[in-house]
């Protein structure tokens, strides 16, 4: 898919949206093609109920590969992920998964504020600027991700 190459982890927000919508909407399965396929693959992956699809596993864990490499060369990158550690360690406290990546929690935080919003909730000034800098982050990673592929 052309949005993986382009931005990672917008591809990676997507499939869990999509997740989410057939979880949601199991009627709608048959709408489209790409709903139709996303629809088998999570009942074969046995992921119906909760989970996430293969697909969203490897792109996640190609993201957190990035994302060693670059804590280990990039200083500036070093920065930005440490500013946003307590933020991120705050939030996987709140959850059933307290081990899970930082770039798996950056997600997770976008893709809950992301919820609020639909649902017309607030969102404080402190959670839109973790926000901004988990979208910071992660544009970083997406955009090193795609020279990355285009170099390959």
Request: glycine share 2%; net charge negative.
């Amino acid at each position: 898919m052309k949005i993986k190459r382009d931005n990672i982890a917008e591809y990676i927000l997507y499939l869990w949206q999509m997740e989410d919508y057939l979880r949601a909407f199991p009627e709608n399965a048959e709408a489209t093609q790409e709903l139709h396929d996303l629809n088998e693959m999570m009942h074969r992956e046995g992921i119906v109920e909760k989970g996430h699809l293969q697909l969203a596993n490897n792109a996640l864990s190609e993201l957190e590969d990035l994302h060693r490499t670059l804590l280990n060369e990039d200083a500036l990158y070093r920065a930005a992920i440490m500013r946003l550690q307590p933020s991120l360690n705050l939030l996987k406290a709140k959850t059933d998964r307290p081990t899970m990546s930082d770039i798996e929690a950056s997600l997770t935080l976008l893709y809950q504020i992301m919820l609020l919003r639909l649902q017309k909730r607030e969102i404080t000034p402190e959670t839109a600027d973790v926000q901004q800098r988990a979208t910071q982050l992660l544009q970083f990673l997406s955009k090193t991700y795609h020279e990355n592929s285009r170099t390959v």
